[in-house]
T-cell receptor, first 114, second 115 residues
Framework: GQQLNQSPQSMFIQEGEDVSMNCTSS?????WLWYKQDPGEGPVLLIA?????ELTSNGRLTAQFGITRKDSFLNISASIPSDVGIYFC??????????????FGKGTHLIIQP | DGGITQSPKYLFRKEGQNVTLSCEQN?????MYWYRQDPGQGLRLIYY???????QKGDIAEGYSVSREKKESFPLTVTSAQKNPTAFYLC??????????????FGPGTRLTVL
């Protein structure tokens, strides 16, 4: 199946720094989702994007749905220790109303040094 | 509390044995999904179900089977035909139908280890 190209694969940053990660695809997606996963747990939804060009914030997190529909980015401002984890982008090619699963990136592993 | 539950959290089985992973949701969601996650990898879709008594193969369905006899339950059986079954298995659900969004909510996962 289609894979999303997510980068960077891992990030080592200092507490307080801003973080930026992105996903790209050769195919158009109609929905972009960003999840965070802690070790041994299921992914938790952070932000959902449904329209090209949409910019959505959730606290210190901001995500954008690329205008070409082939990319999305996630920014985290002023990182804190609890931001540590693996961040996944996920996309869906079909419009809402049906269920056929999501395509996931391979994740960005965020490590924060105090 | 509303949510998705998976049991057990950890499961150990001998090679050649079938094993069934449980997934239950009380969110009244129509659609349910099973994903597999391997170390350093994203999630890959095994099976999904849009309504009761109907399910479709995902990208890596070989060696797996599912049933959807009830709206709230979507058990996954890992059969002996699955060549590399050791992995972290995640169940998810979402609203389906006209006007629904694509947001999927995940359970806590089951880590299966085949000895």
């Amino acid at each position: 199946g289609q894979q999303l190209n997510q980068s960077p694969q891992s990030m080592f940053i200092q507490e307080g720094e801003d973080v930026s990660m992105n996903c790209t695809s050769s195919s158009i997606f109609n929905t972009w989702l960003w999840y965070k996963q802690d070790p041994g747990e299921g992914p938790v939804l952070l932000i959902a994007l449904y329209k090209a060009g949409e910019l959505t914030s959730n606290g210190r997190l901001t995500a954008q749905f690329g205008i070409t529909r082939k990319d999305s980015f996630l920014n985290i401002s002023a990182s804190i220790p609890s931001d540590v984890g693996i961040y996944f982008c996920a996309g869906r090619r079909r419009s809402g109303g049906g269920a056929d699963g999501l395509t996931f990136g391979k994740g960005t592993h965020l490590i924060i040094q105090p | 509390d509303g949510g998705i539950t998976q049991s057990p959290k950890y499961l150990f089985r001998k090679e050649g044995q079938n094993v069934t992973l449980s997934c239950e949701q009380n969110l009244n969601h129509d659609a349910m999904y099973w994903y597999r996650q391997d170390p350093g990898q994203g999630l890959r879709l095994i099976y999904y179900s849009q309504i009761v008594n109907d399910f479709q193969k995902g990208d890596i369905a070989e060696g797996y089977s599912v049933s959807r006899e009830k709206k709230e339950s979507f058990p996954l059986t890992v059969t002996s035909a699955q060549k590399n079954p050791t992995a972290f298995y995640l169940c998810a659900s979402s609203i389906s139908g006209p006007g629904a969004t694509d947001t999927q909510y995940f359970g806590p996962g089951t880590r299966l280890t085949v000895l």
